[in-house]
């Protein structure tokens, strides 16, 4: 069966080296919520990450 996921928000930050070790915490912290966390690099500016929460 396919799992779908609805994004909840999504929010840009200014990038920084440690960030994945934040969204890995919450990933393991709150998978028994249904909760997942999303990190990636904008596309137009390589400067900038994209922090998404989906709901599984």
């Known amino acids: 069966m ?3 996921m609805v ?3 999504t929010t840009r930050v200014k ?3 440690d960030t994945y070790k934040i ?3 919450l990933n393991r912290t ?3 919520q249904d909760l997942l966390f999303g ?3 904008d ?3 390589n400067d900038t990450m ?3 929460i989906y709901r599984t």
């Open 2 to 4: 396919k799992q779908k």
């Open 50 to 52: 994209v922090f998404s």
């Open 43 to 45: 596309d137009k500016d």
């Open 30 to 32: 709150l998978k028994e």
């Open 15 to 17: 990038k920084a080296q």
């Open 23 to 25: 969204v890995n915490a």
């Open 7 to 9: 994004v909840l928000s």
């Open 39 to 41: 990190l990636a690099l």
